[in-house]
C-alpha cells in the first residue's frame, strides 16, 4: 500500500512558477513509475508528466518544455517544477503511483491575474 501526500498548489501569477510535491509513505516506492495527472472544471482528468522508474519520462504536448517531473528516491518523493504557467494549466493536480493504482488527494493550482 502507498499513500501520497501532494503539497505546494496555490495562486500563481501567469508567467509564473510553482513546484509540486508528491510525498509517499509505504514500501517499494522505488520500484513504482510515478507520474502527476490535472483535472480542470469541467474538463476529464489528464496525464500532465509520467516518469518510470528508470525509464525516459513522458508529458503532455501542452506542457513540453514548460514542466519537468524528477523523483528522489530516497526522500520517497516525486515533483512536478511548472514554469511559465498560464491560466490554461488552472486545475486539481493529482501525484500517482503504480500506474494509476494509488492517488493522492490533489492539489490546487490557480494561474490568475
Known amino acids: 500500500q502507498v499513500q501520497l501526500v501532494e503539497s505546494g498548489g496555490g495562486l500563481v501569477q501567469p508567467g509564473g512558477s510553482l513546484r509540486l510535491s508528491c510525498a509517499a509513505s509505504?514500501?517499494?516506492?522505488?520500484?513504482?513509475?510515478m507520474a502527476w495527472y490535472r483535472q480542470a472544471p469541467g474538463k476529464q482528468r489528464e496525464l500532465v508528466a509520467r516518469l518510470p522508474n528508470g525509464g525516459s519520462t513522458n508529458y503532455a504536448d501542452s506542457v513540453k518544455g514548460r514542466f519537468t517531473i524528477s523523483r528522489d528516491n530516497a526522500k520517497n518523493t516525486v515533483y512536478l517544477q511548472m514554469n511559465s504557467l498560464n491560466p490554461e494549466d488552472t486545475a486539481v493536480y493529482y501525484c500517482?503511483?503504480?500506474?494509476?493504482?494509488?492517488w493522492g488527494q490533489g492539489t490546487q493550482v490557480t494561474v490568475s491575474s
Open positions: 509505504g514500501n517499494f516506492f522505488s520500484i513504482y513509475a
Open positions: 500517482t503511483a503504480g500506474g494509476g493504482v494509488f
